[in-house]
């Protein structure tokens, strides 16, 4: 009987148990706490899925390592983890990632349509490659245009990342402090405004895809079109500051709050306003209205008393923001995901393909990004369990073979989790 250890109890993990709960011998043990003794835990287990924050992920490999146990993450591959490969090796257990929705996903459609145009002699000039998990569009109706499953902490500072691609055999880099502000229109399919910028390092994954015909390769996140320059806006008047401030006191006003961040006159919301506009810049006088109302709703310009968290500021506006823009019972949220390849065949002419994926929410059941991520790590956990030929070679590995993505993706596709592929 499979004995199989779930660390972690957040929303992803639902779908993964119900998934793995079909097979009557897998027998499943959550554990919600800080174990206090790893090495007990997983040694009592014949396979750890490894739910935690991925700066914890490295710990949990080493502990498998000692007892011959393998893993399963959502997560990318960090230099920590890969740092462990040897000893993974010599342990001979498998350690597979990146098995979610992106990453996870993104990877089997990417594999799949990239072999099939290598199969008929095509070339991938280039690879474009956008995902949002956003609330679904009639859910949309604040600010941000986003919405909360869990702390706002980890999407807040995602928007706050460096990131470069290559751009026709060149590669860009994009300061954390200049990405919002590289977002752009970017057409998926009908009824979204979406806008699209970098995410991350693009560059490796022309090797990880294996195109190395490719001249342009991006992979980035989708928002909705009000929500790039509202982050950037935030960031520009300190609230995504993660350093402990002294004077940041229980009693505190989110005005007074205001007043001290961008050095105001006074914290009434008329001089808080005349400071903001000169702290922002906003090129015109809508976006301007737009944001400051924004603020308004938000409540980051009233009297109110604010509840200071972490002794910081981000940690401080997550908890407003928890409050104010969590999903709440019956409202939908939706997965976008698109790949978009520019082919050129050996006749020189071109083909642009696109494979996208548009999952939107049974109220009633799991969230799009539950079940997109949960059922997909699911998935390749069973076939870990199951010693699948592509499954048992000991290391740590990602989807970026046929070999691996074929099986989960076969087995994805029939619990509704489908991209859909159409020429141009």
């Known amino acids: 009987m499979p ?30 706490s800080s174990t206090a003794d790893l090495d007990a835990a997983i040694a009592a287990h014949d396979l750890v899925i490894s739910l935690i924050p991925y700066a914890y992920h490295a710990a949990v490999i080493k502990s498998a390592i000692k007892s011959g146990k393998n893993v399963v993450t959502t997560s990318y591959v960090s230099s ?47 690879f474009y490659s956008y995902c949002g998990g956003l609330p679904a569009p009639e859910c949309s109706n604040n600010p941000l245009g986003f919405k909360f499953s869990w702390s706002p902490r980890g999407a807040l500072l995602s928007q706050r990342n460096s990131a470069s691609y290559l751009l026709k055999n060149q590669i860009i880099n994009i300061s ?36 190395p015909e490719a001249e342009t390769v991006v992979r980035g996140s989708l928002r909705y079109e009000r929500n790039p320059m509202f982050v950037q806006a935030l960031a520009d008047l300190g609230w995504l500051e993660m350093g402990r401030k002294e004077w940041l006191k229980e009693g505190m006003t989110w ?95 071109k083909e642009t393909r696109t494979s996208t994926l548009e999952l939107l929410s049974d109220p009633n059941r799991f969230s799009a990004m539950a079940l997109s991520v949960g059922v997909t790590c699911g998935i390749a956990t069973q076939l870990v369990l199951d010693r699948h ?23 994805v596709e029939k619990e509704a989790v489908r991209m859909v592929e159409r020429t141009l």
């Open 255 to 349: 005005a007074e709050i205001q007043q001290k961040t961008i050095s105001a006159m006074a914290s009434d919301e008329n001089s808080l306003i005349s400071r903001i506009k000169e702290v922002c810049n906003f090129p015109n006088s809508a976006e301007s209205e737009r944001i400051i109302s924004g603020l308004r709703w938000i409540g980051l310009l009233s009297s109110e008393k604010a509840i200071i968290r972490g002794g910081n500021l981000l940690d401080t506006l997550c908890g407003q923001l928890e409050k104010l823009m969590s999903f709440q019972p019956g409202e939908r949220d939706l997965v976008m995901l698109q790949h978009k390849f520019v082919i050129e065949w050996s006749d020189g002419s």
């Open 176 to 211: 954390d402090k200049d990405l919002m502000a590289s977002a752009k229109p970017y057409h998926v399919v009908e009824g979204y405004d979406f806008v699209a910028y970098p995410n991350r390092n693009s560059v490796p994954f022309r090797e990880f895809y294996g195109i």
């Open 389 to 411: 030929p592509a499954f048992v070679a000991s290391g740590i590995w990602a989807p970026y073979t046929k070999e691996i993505c074929d099986p989960i993706r076969e087995a």
């Open 3 to 32: 004995k199989i250890l779930i660390l972690g109890s957040g929303m992803v993990a639902p779908p993964c148990v119900e998934y793995l709960s079909r097979r009557l011998e897998n027998e499943i043990t959550i554990d919600v």
């Open 80 to 126: 920590a983890m890969r740092d462990l490969e040897a000893e993974v090796r010599d342990a001979g257990i498998v350690v597979m990632n990146e098995v979610g929705v992106d990453p996870g996903v993104d990877h089997l459609y990417a594999i799949k349509t990239i072999g099939d145009v290598h199969a008929k002699g095509g070339k991938v000039k280039e």
